[in-house]
């Protein structure tokens, strides 16, 4: 057993960690205020080979797996989730085409992403079916007039990157809506510049500001066979498994960077004849504190490991989701300390510990909310797929 990063990933490491401290820890502020997309830190990303770090060197990638697209989230979401999501945004859409798409449409939709000349969103949430997969509604109808095609209709929401996206990974029902048959679930490559496609609106989020989340809807846009996915519902899970590391290394990133901020405050700030840090009091916040994100990260990188040998089925959910319910809810807990530790100072924009503490709720939310984790782990448990004899 070995806990050291190798040399391969101990330099990615430096780099995207020195890059964030050089361009991003300067522009998250502004970030969050204005709300504008950070083509900036896009274009740095792409010139340090960043976006394609999941995807294999055949399609442009640099073959680092999740593992490695886990340890840059990390090291720039310690100053902004919101470049945390962008990295996030090279895996989420990819997954299903690596995991289950035709070498073609590997060739055709991979490279791109890796180089920074394409953006995906992923589809699948709508106003009904958030967590509830199976009640979602819309639909793949086959097309009369293309043999293995289809027109789809429906709506989906809350869809982060929506509005840079230059094509969508889209779930829909093929079959009766009504249906809760997982067999009855398709997916489908949809290019934004589609006819019957439309992104009518922006959502107003209370965090996470810069990479928009908006509404997709498609108006019986017309799919071609070479733009279908098989897996349905299993292709949902397997790619919202493999990508619970990644969701976690968001949330530690963010609690390292508020207790480090936090705690930097706390040495300099004078009270009652001493710094705030010199008592005990805070020093034992600060050492539990420490302690969980140590905890969230070994639970992290092992559930990356995990991902990156292909063990993201279902008898491997346990481990994957607690690395993803852990941290997030360490994410919440530490950002909510360092607005603590800094009092009324935290509260304000002068500083970015409200920004970490707006930030960190999104995460315990999305991809799988903390109870559906909970509820993942305790059957996994129940059904013994974790055991411990």
Request: charged share 20%; with cysteine; proline share 4%.
């Amino acid at each position: 057993m070995d806990f050291e990063l190798n040399d391969e990933l101990s330099g990615l490491q430096g780099v995207v960690r020195r890059l964030a401290r050089d361009k991003i820890k300067p522009r998250a502020r502004e970030i969050d205020l204005s709300g504008e997309y950070p083509q900036d830190i896009f274009d740095e990303f792409a010139t340090a080979e960043l976006l394609g770090l999941c995807i294999p060197e055949e399609y442009g990638g640099s073959g680092a797996g999740i593992l490695g697209l886990t340890l840059a989230i990390e090291e720039v979401t310690k100053y902004s989730n919101v470049l945390g999501l962008m990295l996030l945004l090279t895996r989420l859409p990819t997954g299903p085409v690596m995991i289950a798409g035709t070498e073609e449409q590997k060739r055709r939709y991979l490279p791109g992403i890796a180089s920074g000349e394409t953006r995906a969103s992923f589809c699948l949430s709508e106003p009904g079916a958030g967590s509830d997969v199976a009640g979602m509604t819309t639909r793949a109808l086959p097309d009369p007039d293309v043999e293995g095609g289809y027109l789809l209709s429906g709506a989906k929401c809350w869809i982060s990157g929506a509005m840079q996206a230059d094509w969508f990974v889209v779930f829909a029902k093929t079959g009766d809506p009504a249906s809760r048959h997982h067999s009855d679930i398709g997916c489908f490559l949809v290019d934004a510049d589609q006819a019957g496609l439309t992104r009518p609106r922006i959502d107003h989020k209370m965090g996470v500001k810069g990479i928009d989340t908006a509404d997709v809807v498609f108006d019986n846009v017309k799919v071609g066979p070479d733009q279908v996915i098989g897996g349905g519902f299993r292709l949902i899970m397997q790619s919202l498994n493999a990508m619970r590391p990644i969701v976690a290394a968001r949330g530690i990133g963010l609690a390292e960077g508020a207790l480090m901020y936090a705690t930097d405050y706390v040495k300099s700030r004078s009270a009652f004849g001493q710094t705030i840090a010199d008592f005990q009091g805070i020093q034992w916040e600060i050492a539990k504190c420490a302690t969980e994100i140590e905890a969230a990260r070994l639970l992290t990188y092992r559930s990356a490991w995990l991902a990156d040998q292909g063990k993201f089925t279902k008898e491997f959910v346990p481990q994957l989701s607690m690395a993803k319910y852990y941290a997030s809810e360490v994410a919440v807990k530490a950002s909510g300390l360092a607005v603590q530790l800094l009092g009324a100072a935290g509260y304000m924009e002068e500083h970015p510990t409200e920004m970490y503490y707006r930030d960190a709720r999104q995460l315990t939310i999305v991809e799988g909310t903390s109870q559906v984790q909970l509820g993942l782990i305790g059957r996994g448990v129940i059904s013994h797929h974790l055991w411990w004899d």
